[in-house]
């Protein structure tokens, strides 16, 4: 991915907000809760990224939504490629912190 100049100008308030949370968290809820908060985490946003196609329960709905993709021309399906990766990085995002929480809190848990 791409940095660019916002990235930058955002990642160290990103950064003291993330080791904010951390700090809360963690006197609020201990180490293990701190791994719960990770699990939780993780569960929520690998649920978004199943569901990134549309959640259905009907069948031909998914079916229907990939035939309208395939009939895309190249310039749609790009532009609908691209916004889909600016709308799933916030995503990994939340997925590398809750691996995070869950490495660190569970691992100090178990070793303090």
Known sequence: MRETKW??????????LLIGVFYASLRLVGFFGLGVLGLVIGFITVRMDLERDGASSDPSALAEQFKARERMSRSERAEFQAAQAFRLKPLFIAQIVATGFVIIGFSLHFLL
């Open 7 to 16: 990235d930058y100008l955002v990642f160290p308030f990103l950064a003291a």
